[in-house]
């Protein structure tokens, strides 16, 4: 059972180039997150999606793009990297449930932008 | 706005001394509370929560956490520290309000070092 899945899991990146992570989950999830992690700060979520087809900002979604054009996938986009945006990403799935609040995360996508 | 602190960037211990990581918390409504650790190099796992009832609640790996409504606090504890849970520890916040979004507030994070 793979779980959550991210692709790549390090990339380094110039800046102004773009680039896309991939998340994969097969636990038919209906929530999906992404998360960056910067010292100090703790995890601060970036988007989310509630389900397919849909997409909603988090609190620091500027520089990213996201889509979720099947249950299982969701990506991230770079259009246009910028070194503020070195970080490690991690996604993150859940259930529907209001109640659980408990969220499944891959082992995280370390994003260098020189 | 809910938020969560954790006062600590670093806790140490020796192995078989009890530990405890400290979190308090703000939101306007019921909160649901929970620990999550990472382990080097990995994503972050759930450890335990707080919905309602007993306010302690036991979790993975002999964790238990506290939850004191007046104090605003949810503490995680273990009674016998072991050096393989030696690990940076996120505790989070959601507020308790219907619907199905399950977004949550985590603070930022702190290290526990536990010492041979």
């Known amino acids: 059972n793979a779980g959550v899945t991210q692709t790549p899991k390090f990339r380094v990146l110039k800046t102004g180039q773009s680039m896309t992570l991939l998340c994969a989950q097969d636990m038919n999830h209906e929530y999906m997150y992404w998360y960056r992690q910067d010292p100090g700060m703790g995890l601060r979520l970036i988007h989310y999606?509630?389900?397919?087809?849909?997409?909603a900002k988090g609190e620091v979604p500027d520089g990213y793009n996201v889509s979720r054009l099947k249950k299982q996938n969701f990506l991230l986009g770079l259009e246009s990297a910028a070194p503020s945006q070195t970080s490690v990403y991690f996604c993150?799935?859940?259930?529907?449930?209001?109640?659980?609040?408990?969220?499944?995360f891959g082992e995280g996508s370390r994003l260098t932008v020189l | 706005a809910q938020s969560v602190a954790q006062p600590e960037d670093q806790v140490n211990v020796a192995e078989g001394n009890p530990l405890t990581v400290k979190c308090t918390y703000s939101?306007?409504?019921?909160?649901?509370l929970f620990w999550y650790v990472q382990y080097p190099n990995r994503g972050l796992q759930f450890l335990l929560k707080y919905i309602t009832g007993d306010n302690l609640v036991k979790g993975s790996y002999g964790f238990e956490a506290e939850f004191n409504k007046s104090q605003t606090s949810f503490h995680l504890k273990k009674p016998s520290a072991l050096v393989s849970d030696s690990a940076l520890y996120f505790c989070?916040?959601?507020?308790?309000?219907?619907?199905?979004?399950?977004?949550?507030?985590f603070g930022a994070g702190t290290r526990l070092a536990v010492h041979p």
């Open positions: 989070a916040v959601r507020e308790g309000i219907s619907g199905g979004y399950n977004k949550l507030i």
């Open positions: 999606s509630v389900g397919e087809g849909t997409t």
């Open positions: 993150a799935s859940s259930y529907i449930s209001s109640n659980t609040g408990e969220l499944f």
């Open positions: 939101v306007s409504g019921n909160p649901y």
